[in-house]
């Protein structure tokens, strides 16, 4: 028997979009010079390792985000319970969308995410840097 899916990814990622902020590479780029956000990479570490990533975000993978936001939760991050904007971003502004929404969800706020993703902040001139696993190299 096939399944049937009534709310796919176009779905999902349109009803996010029109419920969370989304900002433009430049004016997240704008942002993050402030002292007040929190720039959030949901990237794989495959991911950042191949492309670089925004200088001084903070990394959380997409599979651990619900974990690290919940200060409930015994894997949550501190950097969660500030009183400050978090910017979610990914590769292409996709898997944003719906961090910053179940992030805004979840009661964390606020919250918005880069239209385009690392590819768009990238494109406009935000600066990027090499990530460095902390992983052991064998």
Same mark, same amino acid.
């Not at 925004?54 to 974990?67: A, D, K, N």
């Not at 894997?75 to 992030?103: E, H, N, W």
């Not at 902040?121 to 460095?132: F, L, S, V």
């Given at each position: /028997? ?7 990814? =176009?779905?999902?990622?349109? #009803?996010?979009? &029109?419920?969370? #902020? ?6 997240? +780029?704008? %942002? &993050?010079?402030? *002292?007040?956000?929190? +720039?959030v990479d949901i990237r794989d570490p495959r991911e950042l390792e191949?492309? *670089? ?10 599979? /651990?985000? #619900?974990? !690290?936001?919940? @200060?409930?939760? @015994?894997?949550? =991050? ?5 009183? =400050? =904007?978090?910017?979610?971003?990914? $590769? *292409? ?5 719906l961090a910053a929404k179940t992030a805004q969800d979840m009661g964390?706020?606020?919250? &918005?995410? +880069? $239209? *385009?993703?690392? &590819?768009? !902040?990238?494109? %406009? ?10 992983? @052991?190299?064998?």
């Amino acid at each position: /028997m096939s399944q049937t899916i009534h709310r796919g990814i =176009k779905t999902l990622i349109d #009803e996010a979009n &029109a419920s969370i #902020e989304t900002l433009s590479a430049a004016d997240a +780029i704008k %942002a &993050a010079q402030s *002292g007040d956000v929190v +720039i959030v990479d949901i990237r794989d570490p495959r991911e950042l390792e191949r492309d *670089g990533r925004v200088p001084g975000s903070f990394s959380c993978t997409r599979g /651990m985000l #619900e974990f !690290w936001i919940d @200060p409930e939760s @015994p894997y949550a =991050k501190p950097v969660f319970q500030q009183d =400050k =904007k978090f910017i979610f971003y990914c $590769a *292409g502004g996709l898997r944003s969308a719906l961090a910053a929404k179940t992030a805004q969800d979840m009661g964390l706020k606020p919250v &918005a995410h +880069i $239209a *385009g993703g690392y &590819a768009a !902040w990238r494109d %406009a001139g935000g600066p990027t840097e090499k990530w460095e696993s902390k992983k @052991p190299k064998r």
